[in-house]
């Protein structure tokens, strides 16, 4: 590895690490708004309620907001970007009188583009919450929920959820772009916040809690969007309201719309995937739903504190290097991702399925939240964990397209992994029950990493096979390491749980939990460094560094 090559590593890690620290609060908070909802709600009929009512409008935020933001503006804008520093150069050149020719794109144009994008975006998601208020009556009975009133009610209060966090994606992409992270990190931490402090301080005015923390989500995502505003003002960039006809002519807009023309497919039918599998667990049993949620919040925990944070930081980088043609700095950036997300995810993985019960136990067993739960939700995160890896890396090897403006690719990748979704869901639902579907999920994210990387190969510019082979050779080495290490867990977790039982359930959980996740890391960088392993090395490096 070249010396470009390692600070471009280093970089990474370094950026990733900052907005990985922010997310962490965040994905904490978001773990405690969970234990928050489990306390008050527990798996139960009102909570599969609430559980339905907040997916709706977060599938189509997917769609509108981190599915635009990633897929076509940052690119889109990268380019504007680069155009402005040319037109730049060549004004200074023709003062000086050594150049000549039209001046290039400036920052005006880059003003009409943003304000092109803010108008049209605006229009969509505004044109989109009100039909889905509309049309929310004839969309929950699929679900087959008892409280059938309670979740129409709360899926139209939250609907407006979906235009407030579109904005505050649309605030992040531009940040992002001028590689400004921390406010993309903190306005998360805010939405969390107000949620939490909503569930407990309005539920007793509320019909229920379900409504309070309802109420806590809209202004939370508000004030998600409110927060960003004067970070992007800051930075000098101005932008207004314009006629949707105007937004519809302009180049930047139009060429959003052809990127994400193919995206739009695939976001839907990744939404239908999850709009399928809530269904299938809805028929499968009451609380299965809430049970799937929870399980899912903890592998989130773990892909929004990494996957997505070093997905967040390597998407304008990827696609300067694009534009630029820079392909070998490109690859090895690529592979040092994906290395990152091995060495990550692989461990998490072995200790979760190894301390899943305890885990549960602290965050999630309080009040509502009772045997019958727990059990639901170990059995949905035994088969979830297993695929933590392979969703983090779509979340990886996705902005590898999207750098390239390539939107199809993993577009069809995602097709090609909802009806592999639906299919193994359908077949393992009735045997399994959540574990099923938990399951499927798992084996369909396999599926879409192994597409995405026979798709990367349609690129000859790309070292595919290189990037490839070097991430499962070290994807591998993790596996054995982790297994070593997960051990002793197997044995000694039953004799601390005795130990330490009979107590509350921060000493009798939390104290096993936390004893196990000492010696589980001991045993793991022990086996690291015995075999000289080269992340944990640049860590370590850049540590010594930045206390020197």
């Known amino acids: ?162 235009a407030f966090i579109s904005l505050a994606a649309l605030f992040q992409g531009i940040l992002n772009s001028l590689r400004i992270f921390t406010p993309s990190g903190l306005a998360p931490i805010v939405l969390n916040l107000v949620t939490i402090l909503a569930a407990y301080s309005l539920s007793p005015f509320t019909k229920n809690p379900a409504r309070a923390l309802a109420l806590g989500i809209l202004v939370g995502g508000f004030l998600e969007a409110a927060i960003q505003l004067p970070f992007v003002l800051a930075t000098g960039r101005r932008f207004f309201f314009v006629s949707f006809k105007r937004t519809l002519t302009n180049p930047g807009t139009r060429k959003i719309l052809r990127l994400i023309g193919p995206t739009i497919i695939g976001m839907a039918a990744y939404q239908l995937n999850d709009l399928v599998s809530t269904a299938l667990a809805g028929n499968a049993g009451q609380g299965v739903v809430s049970s799937l949620q929870y399980s899912l919040r903890l592998q989130e925990l773990i892909l929004g504190v990494f996957a997505v944070s070093i997905g967040t930081v390597l998407l304008p980088d990827l696609s300067e290097h694009a534009k630029s043609g820079r392909w070998d700095i490109y690859s090895h950036q690529l592979a040092a991702a994906m290395n990152i997300i091995a060495f990550i995810t692989i461990p998490i993985t072995f200790f979760s399925l190894a301390q899943g019960q305890t885990l549960i136990r602290l965050l999630f067993q309080n009040r509502s939240f009772d045997e019958n739960s727990v059990t639901l939700t170990l059995a949905a995160l035994n088969f979830h964990m297993p695929g933590l890896f392979f969703i983090a890396l779509n979340r990886i090897l996705a902005p590898a397209f999207y750098a390239q403006s390539d939107s199809t690719s993993p577009t069809l990748a995602g097709i090609l992994s909802f009806a592999s979704n639906i299919l193994f869901a359908a077949l393992l639902v009735r045997p399994m029950r959540g574990s099923g579907i938990a399951l499927a999920l798992s084996l369909a994210s396999a599926v879409n990493t192994i597409l995405l990387l026979v798709f990367l190969r349609k690129n000859p510019n790309i070292r595919v096979k290189q990037v490839l082979g070097s991430a499962l050779a070290y994807a591998a080495k993790l596996i054995a390491l982790s297994a070593l290490a997960a051990l002793p867990l197997l044995v000694l977790g039953p004799r601390l749980t005795a130990l330490f039982s009979g107590h509350g359930r921060l000493v009798s959980q939390g104290l096993p939990l936390a004893v196990s996740a000492l010696l589980y890391a001991a045993i793991g960088l022990t086996l690291l460094l015995a075999t000289g392993d080269r992340q944990l090395h640049t860590i370590i490096s850049m540590f010594r560094r930045r206390n020197s």
């Open 1 to 162: 590895m070249t010396g470009s090559d390692s600070g471009g590593h280093r970089a990474l890690i370094r950026h990733g690490s900052t907005l990985s620290l922010l997310t962490l609060v965040s994905r904490v908070l978001g773990l405690v708004r969970e234990m928050a909802k489990a306390s008050l709600l527990g798996t139960s009929g009102l909570s599969d309620a609430f559980s339905v009512a907040f997916m709706i409008p977060n599938l189509f935020r997917r769609l509108f907001a981190e599915g635009s933001i990633a897929v076509a503006f940052i690119p889109t804008f990268k380019e504007y970007l680069l155009a402005e520093e040319q037109a730049a150069g060549q004004a200074e050149e023709q003062a000086a009188g050594q150049g000549a020719g039209a001046p290039l794109r400036g920052p005006e144009i880059t003003r009409e583009f943003l304000s092109c994008a803010l108008s049209f975006l605006s229009v969509t998601v505004s044109l989109a919450v009100a039909l889905g208020i509309l049309i929310t009556p004839l969309v929950i009975p699929a679900f087959k929920l008892e409280e059938f009133d309670e979740a129409v009610f709360l899926t139209r209060l939250m609907f407006p959820f979906l």
